[in-house]
Every structure is written in C-alpha cells, then in structure tokens.
C-alpha cells in the first residue's frame, strides 16, 4: 500500500530542537491526528509535512519516492490549511475562493460553488471579505479544500471558531475526502469525530529533543 | 550532529593557527610600513602623499576580496547548508566594510591635495561608494531579524545578488564617468610602479589579508561561543 | 490555458483587482512622485535653464524613490494574511509567482509614473523634443526597479523596520538604472545617438527579468520557514 511516511525526523526552529527521532505513516484513506501541549512542534511538523520548511534531518517519502526529489508534485497534492485565513478584506467571499482555487489549476464556477456549498457559504457569496466573522472567514479557508481536491489535507487546528453546524460540515468533507482515498493529517485541541483514526503524540519526541540539545551541550568542543 | 561537530573542529584548528596567522599579520604590516615610509622614494609631483597609497590600495584591494568571501560563503551556506559559511558572512562583512570605509576615508585624504577637494565623484572612488552601501545593507538585512537563521539566510541571498551586480555598477559607473569628466582627472594609482614601491605595497596587501584572516577567525569563535552560552541559557531557564 | 499559465494570471488579476479596489493606495506613489518632483525648483530656484538641465535627474532620482515607497506592500499583505504560505504550496513554481507580482506592482506602479513623467517635464520646462526618450527610457528602465524591487521586498519579510530596509537594498543595485536612464534622455536632449543607452537598459531589464525571479522566489522560501 502507498505510505505517506516520515522517518526520524528532527526539527530546529530558530537554533532550538522542538522534536526529534519522530516518524509516521498516513496510507490511503487514512487519517492522523496530532495530539500535544502548545510548543510541542505540532504545527512545525505540519510545514514540515507540506514542504514549508525541511527537517534537520531525516525524510519524508509519498508511495516509497522522497519527496525532497521532487517538491512540484507534493506541493500539487497538499492543500495546507494554516492559522491564517488568507482572505482578503477587498474580494468577495467567492472571488476569494476562485482566486486559490485557481493557483492549484484550472476552476471554474462549479469548482467555487462545490466548496462554497460545502461549507454552507452560498448566501454569503457575493458579500467582501472585510465583514465576515472569524468564524465565517475560517469556514472560506476551508471552502478552498473542496473547491481544488488534492490527495493531502494537512489541517492546524481547523475546529479553532467554528460552529456546530460548521464542525458537522468538515467532518463530512473529511469523510468524503477519505472515501475517495485521500488522507488527513489534523492537529487539534478538541476531539474530532475520526474514525480510524491514529493519534500522534508529540510529547515523547519534544523530550527527546530536549535530551539531545542537553547531551550536545554538554560535549566538550574545545 | 553535522551542526556542531564541525564547529568543535573549527575551534580547536583555529586554537592552533591564530596566534601564527596573527603574527605573521603583525609582522607583515611592520614591514610593509617601514618600507613604505622610510624606504620607498617620495612621488616627484604627489611628495610623501602618496605614501597614502601603500594602506589606500590594500584597503580597496581587501575591500572587493572581502565581498568575494562573502559571495562564496553565501553561496556555500545556501547550496550546502555548511554551518560555518554563515559565520564566516556574518563575521567577515563588518571587517569588510571597515576596509570599504578606510579606502574612502584615504581616497579623499589623497584627493584633497591632488584634486583640492575632499570628494570627486571620480569612478574608482564612487564604485567603492557603492560597494561600502552593498556592505552597509548586508549587515543591516543579517540583523534585522529576531530568528539569526533567517538573518543569515537573507543577508545570504542579497549578498550574491550584490556580487552579481558589483561589475555591473562599476561598469555603469565607469560609463557615467566618462560621460561627465571626458578629461581623465590624475588616477589614484600610477600606471607603472617601481619596484621599490611595489615591494611596500605587496607587504601591506598580504598583511591586510592576514590580518583579515585573523580577526574573522576570532569573531566566528566568539560566535560560536556565544551559540554556545545561549543555548545553556535557554536550557536552564527550560529546567527551572 | 495551461495550468502554468493559469496560476499566473489569476495571481495577476487579483493583484490588479486589489490595487482597483484600494485605487487611493495605489495613487500614493505617483503623487509621492510629482510632489517630490515639484519641491526641487524651491530648493534651487525657479531658474528655467537650471531647470531644463536638471530635468532628466529630477525625474529619474524621484521616479526610484516613488517607486522605493511602494515595495514594502509589495509581498507583506500576503505575508500577514497567509497567503504567501499557499503561494509557496501551489504547484507553479514560486519564480512565476514573484514574476506576476512585479509585473502587478510595474502595471500599478510603474505605468502612472510614466504616465506622469512627460507633465513633470513641462514644469519643468525640458525641451519636448525629448518626451519620446523620456517615455521610451522609462518604459524600458521601471520594470527593472519593480524587478530588483520585489526582491528586496522578499529579502525583508518578518524584518523588524523592513520598510526602512528595502531601500538601503535595493538603491544600490538600482544605480545603473540611473545612469543610463538619464544618460539616454541627456544624449536625446543634446542631439546625440541615445542608443546605446537605451540597448543597456534593455540588458539590464533582461539581467532582472532573469535573475530576479530566482532571487526573490529563494528569498521567499527563506523566509517561509
């Protein structure tokens, strides 16, 4: 079965190690979710997992092939979606959609429609991006996952704002996701409705972290 | 961890050769000096002021030799991710631009008897403006950040983008030159040297280099003592 | 439409459509640069030949620093909004990114200058048989600042103060953009063959078109992570 996998994996942010010694493997149709106290290195391993930012060392591989060997085709099948909601104030909820739907190739109106509906953002359509609600704003970030479908959801902390009836929403475009052979990989506080799911706790590999930033610190350099 | 077994190994074969290197330096520019000043003859039209030449021209000399080092860091830090290269970039463009601003200090030091002027926008002196603006801006970009990495990532990239285009704007700068003094004003070096004041010159040129070498040496240490320290800092405060 | 071609140009009408929507924005440089343009006669005098001959500098020096004061928007709103995130996500590569965006900002920035620079002449009374040159000089020199531009304001992205920066990169590496800008409107002026000035902008918008998009698109990885 095609593994997206990643193998002994060591992050440094800023001369720190948040984590190391960490792997996974999400296969087709899987989900994984990312589970640790704030600082843990969740949304570091995120970017790492999109190609935002590469590990110190270890690697990440899609179906066996590296995926440092060729980043276009990653960056084709992710659909990253971050703390910010890269919505602008000035377009319409759906000229803002249109616009990144448009970035992963060609989308027409269906496209928009498909991910305004799926996040029940039809009646809001034609209104600026400067008077939605944080909530709703979240929701048009997450209308781009069904507007331009890609193999990888890589999702930080896509619950953060959102309403009962908006979290129903994305648990069923998740489910659809993976009905088709997509897969997710989700960092969240809250419990989210998964099934099949792994979990990830970053915890034990921040420690280690720790352990290997003390063990070189104390190895005498000179 | 590639990231600091290669700085114990830097320390330790730095230890070793600083103090020769340092020496070797010193004595150099000793020489040089005594030559330059005492030995080498007086010009019959310039007198003793062109005894500015034997620290203008290595200043100049150290000024482009420098940005070279720089550009082939950069480049080494962005292709190979080599640890050192960025201290090697972020140590050496301070010294760079010392060297960038003595060779304009004794440019215009020189000029003011030759030219009766402190400044002509002559081309040699203006292209040496820009580069000291190229290495006033490096530095600037490697501090602006908070994260050091990306400081040096940055000030990586704009470093080979100026080394690209130092010929360019001294071709340019040249072009304009030409364009605005048709009549060639004295050049600040002659266009045949005697031996006797090529000997100083090369004296100071390869003490200049030393010299260099030295104190990059001591600041990519200090550097790297300085990673050091805050690291075990961060990790004391972590364990409290 | 190949999807190549696509990413590139929903990235260029959007740009356009922002810079439409906020045109007083987009307004600021061009009157930054009449106004600046309009102080030198107080500092100088209002002398008509002084004038004339200053023209072409005047216009040009200006021109640069009307175009300096509109980088730093160039990549920081999608930088505080996330979208530069996505940007560096989406399949096309980041170089056709960077290229859409100066090619917006030279449309929204550079164009009005142009537009601009053949009234500033008049005021300053510059002899109109070199409004072609100037026009044609200008045409071929602000996509070269938009250019090295975008990648000082790429360099600076999460700087502290990165406003203050991008000047002091990118004044530097825009000086022979100067040179041969007035060069080729001096040699017009004065009856010589403005040519090969004009061939030298040429190369050096083709050097930029070239290298900046590599520059800026490794600048904005940089500064992704």
Redesign the interface.
Known sequence: MSLFEGRNLIC?R???HVFAGLGFAVSAGGALVLVGPNGSGKSSLLRLMAGLSRP?SGGLSWAGAEIAGDPEAHRARVRYIGHLDCVKAVLSVSENLSFWAGQYGPAGPDEVRRGLEAFALENLAGLPGQVLSAGQRHRLALARLAASPGELWLLDEPTVGLDTAAQEHLTAAIAAHRGAGGRVVAATHTPMDLPGAQTLTLEPFALAA?A???E??A?P?? | ?H??AN??RF??LS?IVLPWIAAMAAGLIAVGLYLALFVSPADYQQGDSVRIMYVHVPSAWMAMFIYTVIAAASASS?IWRHPLADLVAKASSPIGACFTFLALATGSLWGKPMWGAWWVWDARLTSVL?LF??Y??HM??MG????????A??AA??A???F??VP??K???E??ST?HQPSSVLRLDGPSIHPSMLWPLLAMGLGFKLYYLALMLVRVKSELIA??V???A??AA?AT | MSGLAHGFWGLLTRDLRLALRRRADASLAVLFFVLAAALFPFGVGPEPNLLARMAPGVIWVTALLAVLLSLERLFLADYEDGSLELMVLAPQPLEMTVLAKALAHWLTTGLPLIAAAPLLALLYNMDPAGLPMLVVAMALGTPSLSLTGA?GAA??L?????GV?IP??V???N??VL??GV?AL?AALSGFNPLPHIM?LGA?FL?SLV?APL?GA??LR??M?
Do not use: C, H
Not at chain 2, 144 to 151: L, Q, S, V
């Open positions: 440094i800023g001369g720190r110190a720790r290997a930033e003390a070189l610190d190895e350099a000179w | 961890m990231r600091f700085p114990g320390l330790r230890n962005l820009v603006f190229l006033l801006g600037a970009l602006a950040f908070d994260n050091p990495t990306r400081g990532r940055a990239i704009l080979l983008v100026g690209v285009n360019i704007i071709f340019s700068v072009w304009w364009l990673a050091r805050n690291a075990r961060t990790a972590e | 990648v360099l600076t999460g700087a502290r103060r990165g920066l002091l990169l004044l530097p590496l000086i022979p040179i041969f060069a001096d030298f050096l050097g290298l520059a490794a600048a940089q500064a992570e």
